[in-house]
């Protein structure tokens, strides 16, 4: 069993920062990519940013510039550093994980439950 749990979400007035992190825990081998996606009401869900094992990183072209995503592989963590927070960045942030359970085993796709990111201006 696998599970994904992120954390850092909340209220934050325009301009601020936020630190979204991603921890996954249970039986696991190794993780290929790792990404986070938003959903803001009534919107499809987006890919934000995403980075793989050996740390190559990709961006919207929404959040390029302003939000950092990174991972710590001893900690099996994803995290995503958002600044210059804009209220249309208010969404359902989650992240999403390719993991390997066993050695000679295939890649899964798992999710996180998602956490509030809501940005006031």
């Known amino acids: 069993q696998v599970h994904l749990v992120e954390s850092g979400g909340g209220l934050v007035q325009a301009g601020g920062s936020l630190r979204l992190s991603c921890a996954a825990s249970?039986?696991?081998?190794?993780?290929?990519?790792m990404r986070w996606y938003r959903q803001a009401p009534g919107k499809q869900r987006d890919l934000v940013a995403s980075?793989?094992?050996?740390?190559?990183?990709d961006y919207s072209d929404s959040v390029k510039g302003r939000f950092t995503i990174s991972r710590d592989n001893a900690k099996n963590t994803v995290y995503l550093q958002m600044n210059s927070l804009k209220p249309e960045d208010t969404a359902v942030y989650s992240c999403n994980a390719f993991i390997n359970q066993y050695s000679g085993g295939t890649y899964r796709n798992y999710w996180g439950q998602g956490t509030q990111v809501t940005v006031s201006s």
């Open positions: 249970g039986s696991i081998f190794s993780i290929a990519v």
């Open positions: 980075t793989t094992s050996g740390g190559s990183t």
